[in-house]
């Protein structure tokens, strides 16, 4: 008989390793790697993932002593390698197996052993979400010269819908009452014809979302698809960071690469950083290799992700492009994958299992024999370092510049403002005197204009002039921020919302002295809009942030709002800042360049860079040279300054020697451990064993650093209480490892111990 390795999905840390079942007969060609099974495990059933196979029965135990397999629950949903990729980001990121394993599964897949009472039997629950039907209805042969009944409505209403052209089923239903009846009688006489079509993602009107084929590459696309190639060829996993100015033509690197990927029958994965991105970068694969693309991202509902699931693994999609989850889509013959803007902390997931996608990119490259490309304009510091050293963890970095925008267009000029001199001269709108004379300009020469400010909301806080008090989350350590359109207070680290109103409305008052003098300090989007509107009265003005794209299709109906209309400003956070291509777009004015910068953070003045670098690069990618406006209360910081010259080099060098001095990463890995909850004692009693047991293990090793314990800036989030240890390691230490031993030898019980490897997220 056949024996499988099954890790247990069982929320615990104790369970690191996979446990060994026999194959019984009446499941024989079942089992599989990548199956989901039902085993006994400690006298209860309990759920599984087969991992590996073997004929042998484990080394030294008798095989009749062996549990057997009980049932499959699921058909194999992974092969050997992603298993292996998910066992090893269990190890590397001191994480459950069975959380990485999940990542593998279709989605809308749950299955687990439950018990109803708390002490009657167990029972399987086992729901699986079928891939999405998408039904259409079009007009039929039929309906030539077809006339309803005089009472048929329904049927009258859904022929005059159809008259526009073919239309969704689901949406015929939520438009016309009954209209499924009226569709299976139209059906059944040849009026109407039903059909099934594939999720494709949506269509959009985007201009920016097509890809022509160029007449010929620059010199730096010849250099990069080059050094792709090379890595290709070796089938190591080879690394090449392709680092070029905004504007440098990166994505017609990744389409160059992907079409020489097809033709050698290999597919590959595109990552992108922002759902707002997927519409246009979809659009732009599409026009260029069909319905060969695929897309995957969390806005999808769980039907429309699982159809796109099914078209990858059959093999039919063979360019899957999507958020860091679509890294573990079912391509069996991966060999290319791309991280665009390589440098966003989006790639950085931050629940369990806490993985970082460039990293686990690279392992996925090097365990299919591929290649993986990292394109940035403003690349991580750690992937700097590693190109400088030529390797990482066996695998060749190289990096490739690509220092000039093709077609002749040009970098946009910078001008900083410096904020404290408007303030001196008693301007306090958000606008300085520069950038507003600008949007005039600008918007008068029939021109687009885009702003960013890192705040959403009506403002930042409200404060009383009376007594000083700014009202708190009483559930979180945060300021709550003031929302003038529904005026509301809300906590934007727990979600929590509290009807208020700011002076001068005559309801307010203070929560601390009763004073009606509750004011906004700060400035969030919404003020940004409404102070524009009133300087613009006739310019359309799209404002981007949470707030407004909380539903699905939102980023996407935004832009393509934004790209229809002449002269419209895109307000927005940093969503807004990077990957966007409108040549239209002449003028990107920041609004605070500070908002970043101050925060407690190492990567503060690298974040601070990237967003001004990137939402810079957004103006004067077509024909009409772009104009960049920074304001900020400290011009002279090098991450303005740098930008203002456009010196990537020089900024570079500024950051490292910081990093290097205070040992941070690039020159060391950090890792972070968060003990919260509710019972603050207990907090405090764990998170002390928790450093002592690091230090225990620090002992004598060199390069290995605890600091701590200590308070979380957000020191508490959601009535829960925050302490944390943090961690600095040797480049090469095995820092998962190093974590997960410290912590399995506290007594946990009662708290969250939560493990951050190679830590992003320090508040």
């Known amino acids: 008989m056949p024996f499988a390795s099954v890790v247990l999905d069982i929320p615990t840390r104790a369970l690191t390793e996979p446990y060994d079942y026999r194959v019984p007969d009446r499941l024989a060609g079942q089992v599989d790697v990548g199956a989901t099974v039902l085993v006994t495990f400690s006298g209860r059933s309990a759920v599984g993932y087969v991992v590996a196979m073997d004929e042998e029965p484990p080394a030294g135990v008798d095989p009749a002593k062996v549990r057997d397999v009980e049932e499959v629950l699921a058909a194999p949903a992974f092969d050997r390698v992603s298993a292996g990729l998910a066992l090893w980001m ?86 016309v009452s009954g209209a499924q009846g009226a569709v299976t009688a139209l059906a059944k006489k040849g009026v109407v014809v039903v059909e099934s079509r594939r999720t494709q993602g949506p269509a959009t009107t985007l201009s920016s979302a097509r890809a022509a084929r160029p007449e010929r590459l620059s010199d730096g696309q010849v250099r990069a698809l080059d050094a792709v190639d090379a890595a290709v060829a070796d089938g190591s996993g080879g690394v090449v960071l392709v680092d070029g100015v905004t504007g440098s033509g990166k994505t017609e690197v990744y389409l160059s690469a992907i079409e020489r990927m097809l033709g050698q029958g290999r597919g590959a994965v595109v990552l992108v950083p922002e759902i707002s991105l997927t519409a246009q970068t979809v659009g732009r694969f599409r026009s260029r290799f069909g319905d060969t693309v695929s897309i995957l991202h969390s806005r999808l509902s769980t039907g429309e992700r699982r159809e796109q699931w099914e078209r990858i693994r059959s093999g039919e999609a063979r360019v899957v492009v999507g958020a860091r989850s679509a890294l573990f889509a079912p391509m069996a013959d991966l060999g290319l994958v791309v991280v665009d803007e390589e440098h966003e902390h989006s790639y950085k997931q931050d629940q369990a299992p806490r993985y970082h996608a460039r990293d686990v990119a690279a ?268 304001q900020t209360y400290w011009p002279t910081h090098p991450a303005v300054t740098c930008v203002a010259g456009h010196d990537r080099a020089a900024f570079r060098a500024f950051e490292l020697a910081d990093r290097e001095e205070a040992a941070y990463p690039p020159f060391r890995r950090l890792g972070n451990v968060v003990v919260s909850g509710v019972n603050g004692a207990l907090v405090e009693r764990v998170v002390a064993q928790v450093a002592a047991a690091l230090r225990s293990q620090a002992e004598g090793e060199r390069g290995w650093q605890v600091v701590g314990p200590a308070e979380c800036v957000k020191g508490k989030v959601a009535d829960r209480l925050r302490r944390h240890v943090l961690v600095k390691a040797p480049v090469d230490g095995d820092l998962g490892g190093f974590l997960a031993r410290a912590c399995s030898a506290v007594d946990s019980r009662g708290v969250s111990v939560a493990i951050d490897v190679d830590a992003y997220d320090l508040l």
């Open 90 to 175: 269990a190890h590397e990121y001191a994480a459950p197996p069975a959380s990485c394993l999940r990542l593998l599964l279709p989605p809308g897949q749950t299955v687990k052993v439950v018990r109803d009472d708390g002490s009657g039997p167990w029972r399987l629950v086992n729901e699986q979400v079928k891939a999405a039907d998408d039904r259409w209805v079009r007009l039929g042969e039929g309906a030539d010269g077809y006339e309803p009944r005089r009472n048929a409505v329904r049927q009258r209403e859904l022929l005059a819908a159809l008259a526009e052209g073919p239309q969704r089923l689901a949406e015929l239903k939520a438009v």
């Open 363 to 630: 392992e996925l490259a090097r365990l299919r024999g591929g290649a993986l490309v990292l394109g940035s304009a403003t690349p991580s510091m750690e992937a700097v370092a590693r190109c400088a050293r030529g390797s990482w963890r066996g695998a060749s970095w190289t990096s490739v510049t690509m220092e000039e925008r093709p077609g002749g267009a040009t970098l946009p000029a910078v001008q900083v403002v410096d904020m404290r001199s408007q303030f001196a001269a008693n301007n306090n709108s958000p606008f300085s005197a520069p950038l507003r004379k600008a949007l005039v300009e600008n918007f008068e020469a029939g021109h687009k204009s885009v702003l960013l400010l890192n705040r959403r909301g009506f403002a930042t806080f409200l404060m009383c002039r009376d007594c000083g008090c700014v009202p708190t989350c009483p559930h979180c350590s945060t300021a709550l921020t003031y929302h003038e359109r529904t005026h509301e207070l809300a906590c934007h680290s727990c979600g929590r919302t509290w009807p208020q109103a700011a002076f001068p409305n005559p309801s307010t008052h203070c929560p601390a002295c009763g004073s009606r003098y509750l004011a906004a300090y700060g400035v969030g989007t919404q003020r940004v809009e409404d102070e524009l509107r009133m300087m613009l009265p006739d310019a359309p003005v799209v404002r981007m942030d949470a707030d407004t794209t909380r539903g699905k299709g939102a980023h996407q109906a935004l832009l393509e709002e934004f790209d229809a209309a002449d002269g419209a400003v895109l307000i927005g956070t940093q969503m807004i800042a990077k990957g966007l291509d409108f040549p239209e777009v002449t003028l990107v004015g920041v609004i605070n360049a500070d908002t970043t910068l101050k925060l407690p953070d190492f990567r503060a003045s690298e974040r601070t860079y990237d967003l001004l670098e990137q939402v810079a690069g957004r103006a004067g990618r077509g024909d009409d040279p772009g104009r960049v406006l920074v």
